[in-house]
């Protein structure tokens, strides 16, 4: 009779043992931050994804034309945020850009070093000359390397800034 109850103590201790386990777990995911939607910069065969720079579940971050400061600030800072991620464009690629479904539905731009590039989307995949985008309008040069910013866009305000950085091959 005692190895039948000894035995029943050890599976007892296993089964809290593994629920203690599991709910650990669980506490351990949901202190978690949930990941952004993520944006997709491909040139030829090479591909970058890039988390959002600023992002706050799809709440307004603010734009540049707000009269408020603190707004126009927060969002100066999300645009020149410093990118995690790099990509290289030789002379004639096309720079491919993709966004999420979620994203797409409330609507995106893509700007290089401010500059728009493409117009107001609601679909998934844009693309654009990779010459375009190095071309400063204002000193009528080809830069070495731009920021893509790619921004989704809700009633007029910006509600995410993604920040790839792209450097421009030699010939």
Not at 121 to 141: C, H, I, L, M, P
């Given at each position: 009779?005692?190895?039948?109850?000894?035995?029943?103590?050890?599976?007892?201790r296993r089964a809290?043992?593994?629920?203690?386990?599991?709910?650990?777990?669980?506490?351990?995911?949901?202190?978690?931050?949930?990941?952004?939607?993520?944006?997709?910069?491909?040139?030829?065969?090479?591909?970058?994804?890039?988390?959002?720079?600023?992002?706050?579940?799809?709440?307004?971050?603010?734009?540049?034309?707000?009269?408020?400061?603190?707004?126009?600030?927060?969002?100066?800072?999300?645009?020149?945020?410093?990118?995690?991620q790099t990509i290289?464009?030789?002379?004639?690629?096309?720079?491919?850009?993709?966004?999420?479904?979620?994203?797409?539905?409330?609507?995106?731009?893509?700007?290089?070093?401010?500059?728009?590039?493409?117009?107001?989307?609601?679909?998934?995949?844009?693309?654009?000359?990779?010459?375009?985008?190095?071309?400063?309008?204002?000193?009528?040069?080809?830069?070495?390397?731009?920021?893509?910013?790619?921004?989704?866009?809700?009633?007029?305000?910006?509600?995410?800034?993604?920040?790839?950085?792209?450097?421009?091959?030699?010939?």
């Amino acid at each position: 009779m005692t190895a039948f109850s000894s035995s029943l103590r050890g599976k007892g201790r296993r089964a809290v043992a593994a629920a203690g386990a599991v709910s650990l777990g669980l506490l351990v995911l949901s202190a978690c931050d949930q990941p952004t939607p993520r944006a997709t910069v491909t040139v030829g065969q090479d591909s970058v994804t890039a988390e959002a720079s600023c992002y706050e579940d799809g709440k307004t971050i603010g734009d540049l034309t707000s009269k408020q400061k603190a707004e126009q600030a927060k969002f100066e800072k999300c645009m020149t945020a410093k990118p995690d991620q790099t990509i290289t464009v030789h002379p004639g690629d096309k720079v491919r850009l993709g966004v999420e479904p979620d994203m797409a539905e409330q609507g995106w731009i893509a700007m290089a070093n401010g500059m728009p590039v493409t117009s107001l989307s609601k679909q998934t995949y844009a693309s654009v000359e990779g010459d375009r985008v190095f071309y400063n309008q204002q000193s009528q040069q080809m830069a070495d390397s731009a920021t893509i910013s790619i921004m989704t866009s809700k009633g007029g305000k910006y509600t995410g800034v993604w920040n790839i950085k792209l450097e421009r091959a030699a010939s």
